[in-house]
């Protein structure tokens, strides 16, 4: 059973390779991004004596602190952004391919159940994808934190201080790893649903997903005035009950950097036992386990010639 | 002799089509069955019954097993290769050999490997990479590895070449069949089998009209070709078809004796094809 699984997660990393090219591409776009801003302010050659000064002198632990976490926080916020469209595509090609290209009845011919075979495509989507994000995110932190403490080094300013000293490095992997690993959890239901719509549909994967999610909200203003599907499956992305607070904008104002540097801990604004005790999170996985039950049985059941 | 599949009033209709419709038969150990049937016949979707890939009315056990409810069971002792085009084309040959192994316990990557090395299979090559008939040849490997009681072939030759095809079958007696060994196939090219068959079933309808040993052929039926008066005396002797050829009649009999039919005409045991056809026009009567 195990050892089934693990041949069959493997099987998935070698038939999308989106799964790892994805964060590469992602962790070369923020490099070069970096790259670039840094040899643009090497031009100002003036002003970047002035800022290096100010951040070594008179700029606190906590603003430097803040100062990098912010650079942290955007670059793992765009993984989740391309994580998430990735598991999207992931999950509507990887039951809807095998049949097009027929291959399922080959797959079909070993020993292995529809519902190993569906399973391995969920723990993809919600464990090995999310985990796979993590990796890139830590890798593209390194990185780019040894291009900055060289450039930084080279224009004259102390790296150990400004940029080793001054970021909580397991601090923000941590709160990254929770986060994403969270976010596939919270968002299962509709993993979910995208297996079941790759198992079930005929054609046109992408539009059968989504035409329900649009029409649905939209019928149910027409008719009864109501927002309730809206509400509950439209807006889950932004109720996750992961965050003490939502107000991110307050997170990075000047004032909260001097309460002191343990207000810029990442961890210390999310709350896991308030994610792991909500109703909301338990009612998603259990939506999830009945399209996950449905794309089983389709997958068993319908006659694929 | 030990049964490999049991079918006892077997049915699977779709709305108020019977695509199998009240079937009995069955498959010993040890043999090589071809199921020949026309398009539409119930062929696959008897075949699919067997593997367990569709639920069907009426008694089937296939070694021991329900096909449908204990799939995984039955799947370590039975291979099939449902038609030609099937091993995924992302995939590499290596990769099909790892992924096989670690699922499929009675799989030697040896001798997968072995049969590989003689043919122009690269093992780094992926699977959309290769020819057709590459690709069937690999897959032959692979199945020939795995140590399985039941093998069952869907037209596992369609689109190939003569050669591939003469190849196929001949990797397939020699390096493949033994007594414990028992193979299902089902193909339209049948004069191409009818040499390795040990056994035969005609279906048309989802109804089987004929099972029987090849052996037991040549007692059952003969194929005379005469004309003029001896013609019309055979006819008297019911023939179940009779056609034209170079301007004689070629009629076919039934559990009628040689001796019977001697001196009527030039006398032989009938062509797999011919019996078919003559059956199923027969049935359609």
Redesign the interface.
């Known amino acids: 059973m195990i050892?089934?699984q693990?041949?069959?997660i493997?099987?998935e990393l070698?038939?999308h390779r989106s799964i790892y090219v994805t964060p590469l591409a992602v962790a070369s776009i923020v490099t070069l991004s970096v790259l670039a801003m840094l040899v643009f302010a090497s031009g100002f050659a003036k002003e970047l004596d002035l800022a290096i000064f100010g951040a070594s002198n008179i700029a606190g632990e906590g603003e430097r602190r803040a100062a990098l976490t912010a650079f942290f926080v955007g670059t793992s916020w765009l993984f989740l952004v391309a994580l998430a469209i990735l598991t999207v595509f992931y999950c509507l090609d990887c039951l809807y391919g095998?049949r097009k290209?027929?291959?399922i009845?080959?797959?079909?011919?070993?020993?292995?159940?529809d519902a190993e075979t569906v399973i391995s495509k969920l723990i993809t989507a919600i464990v090995i994808i999310p985990i796979v994000a993590v990796i890139g995110i830590v890798a593209t932190h390194i990185v780019n934190l040894i291009i900055t403490s060289l450039w930084v080094s080279m224009k004259g300013g102390d790296a150990g201080l400004l940029i080793w000293g001054s970021v909580p490095i397991f601090d923000n992997w941590m709160a990254a790893f929770i986060v994403v690993l969270a976010s596939g959890i919270w968002m299962s239901p509709f993993i979910a649903w995208f297996l079941f719509v790759s198992a079930w549909t005929k054609r046109a994967p992408l539009l059968m997903a989504f035409m329900p999610l649009i029409l649905i909200p939209l019928l149910e203003w027409i008719f009864l005035r109501t927002r309730f599907f809206a509400t509950a499956v439209l807006d889950r992305g932004d109720a996750i009950p992961l965050f003490r607070t939502l107000d991110f904008e307050s997170f990075f104002e000047e004032e909260r950097w001097r309460h002191g540097i343990d207000s810029i801990s990442l961890l210390g604004h999310l709350d896991v036992v308030q994610f792991l005790t909500s109703p909301s999170m338990w009612g998603g996985l259990l939506v999830c386990a009945l399209f996950v039950t449905a794309a089983i049985y389709v997958r068993r059941?319908r006659?694929e010639? | 002799m030990t049964s490999v599949v049991d079918a006892r009033g077997v049915s699977k209709h779709f709305g108020a089509v019977r695509a199998v419709d009240d079937v009995s038969f069955q498959i010993e150990q040890g043999k090589i069955l071809g199921l020949i049937g026309p398009n539409g016949a119930g062929k696959?979707t008897l075949l699919?019954a067997v593997?367990g890939?569709?639920?069907c009315k009426g008694e089937l056990s296939v070694l021991g097993l329900d096909p449908f409810r204990q799939?995984?069971?039955?799947?370590?002792n039975i291979?099939?290769?449902?038609?030609v085009?099937?091993?995924?084309?992302?995939?590499?040959v290596t990769?099909l050999l790892e992924?096989?192994e670690?699922?499929?316990?009675n799989f030697s990557r040896k001798r997968a490997e072995g049969f590989l090395s003689q043919t122009k299979v690269r093992s780094d090559a992926k699977v959309r990479e290769l020819s057709k008939g590459m690709v069937v040849q690999l897959?032959l490997s692979i199945i020939m590895a795995i140590d399985a009681k039941l093998l069952v072939l869907d037209e596992p030759t369609l689109g190939l070449d003569i050669i591939f095809r003469k190849e196929f079958y001949s990797n397939l007696l020699n390096d493949y069949f033994d007594e414990k060994r028992t193979i299902l196939i089902t193909t339209h090219q049948v004069e191409e089998i009818e040499n390795l068959l040990t056994d035969i079933m005609f279906i048309n309808d989802g109804k089987i009209l004929l099972d029987s040993p090849m052996e037991s052929l040549a007692e059952s039926y003969v194929e005379l070709r005469t004309s003029g008066e001896d013609a019309v005396k055979a006819r008297g002797l019911g023939p179940i078809a009779e056609h034209e050829m170079f301007g004689k009649a070629v009629l076919l009999f039934e559990g009628v004796s040689r001796e019977n039919l001697e001196g009527l005409g030039e006398l032989r045991t009938p062509s797999v094809a011919d019996l078919f056809v003559a059956k199923v026009k027969g049935a359609r009567k």
């Not at chain 1, 009845?105 to 159940?113: A, E, K």
């Not at chain 2, 291979?79 to 038609?83: L, S, V, Y």
């Not at chain 2, 670690?102 to 316990?105: G, I, L, Q, R």
């Open positions: 050892g089934n693990l041949a069959l493997k099987r070698w038939e095998e290209d027929k291959s009845l080959f797959w079909r011919s070993l020993p292995i159940t059941y006659d010639s | 696959t699919k593997l890939l569709t639920d799939r995984k069971e039955l799947l370590k291979c099939f290769i449902a038609d085009a099937v091993l995924p084309r992302w995939i590499k990769q992924f096989v670690s699922v499929h316990p897959h």
